[in-house]
């Protein structure tokens, strides 16, 4: 067990709605970062955020959103959902040293399906 | 941004056999090198790391070797167990908090 919680672990919905993914860090950690894995393909990062900012973008898409909140959990909100945003989704979060690299650890992801 | 290749995309073996996985990346500023095992139906999990300040490390039948200078690194498991048998992911840092960039993977079969 990671410490990195996600859920749902199982979300089924239809094109066009909006759904949300939850994720709790492990206990300390400031840093949450949201990556999307598609059907046989790497992780691809979406976004970062590090103590409720903000922290770096990647291909993540409009209609794609995220917050973390004072608690630090986080959420990914994904609206006018298509076929092709089926997906594993996961959370990793770190700590953030001034002086050293820290490792990230993964949840169990939430794996979406579109139908 | 960073760029990392992984090779190869699936390798078999036989039970007892050594497997080597490599990887290069393209931002010489990367700094961490992290080793991810994927489970079917799990998260990634932290297998192993390197830091550029070394150049191997060895924690019981895995190993990551790092070359600086080629940017790349390799992941090798010796004496290979059918529980070894996932996808591994290679991955590159290039500032503490950054984001870990990804290869593509490599689904690992082990043989009995």
């Known amino acids: 067990d990671s410490g990195v919680t996600q859920t749902p672990k199982h979300l089924i919905t239809a094109t066009g709605q909006r759904v949300t993914l939850r994720c709790s860090p492990r206990s300390g950690d400031l840093s949450v970062y949201w990556y999307q894995q598609s059907l046989d393909q790497g992780l691809q990062f979406l976004i970062q955020y590090y103590n409720g900012e903000e922290r770096a973008k990647g291909n993540i898409l409009e209609r794609f959103s995220a917050q973390q909140f004072p608690d630090l959990h986080s959420e990914l909100n994904l609206s006018s959902l298509e076929l092709g945003d089926s997906a594993l989704y996961f959370c990793?979060?770190?700590?953030?040293?001034?002086?050293?690299?820290?490792?990230?650890?993964f949840g169990q992801g939430t794996r979406l399906t579109v139908v | 941004g960073e760029n990392v290749e992984q090779h190869p995309s699936t390798l078999s073996v036989q039970e007892g056999d050594s497997a080597v996985i490599k990887c290069t990346y393209s931002?010489?500023?990367?700094?961490?090198f992290p080793w991810y095992k994927q489970e079917l139906g799990k998260g990634p999990q932290l297998i192993i790391d390197i830091r550029s300040n070394v150049g191997e490390k060895k924690d019981q039948r895995i190993a990551v070797t790092l070359n600086k200078t080629a940017k790349h690194f390799s992941l090798h498991i010796t004496e290979t167990q059918p529980e070894d048998s996932a996808v591994y992911f290679c991955a590159a840092r290039r500032t503490s908090g950054s984001r870990l960039t990804f290869g593509e993977g490599t689904q690992l079969t082990v043989n009995p």
């Open positions: 931002d010489s500023a990367s700094n961490y």
């Open positions: 990793a979060s770190s700590v953030v040293a001034r002086t050293g690299d820290t490792e990230a650890f």
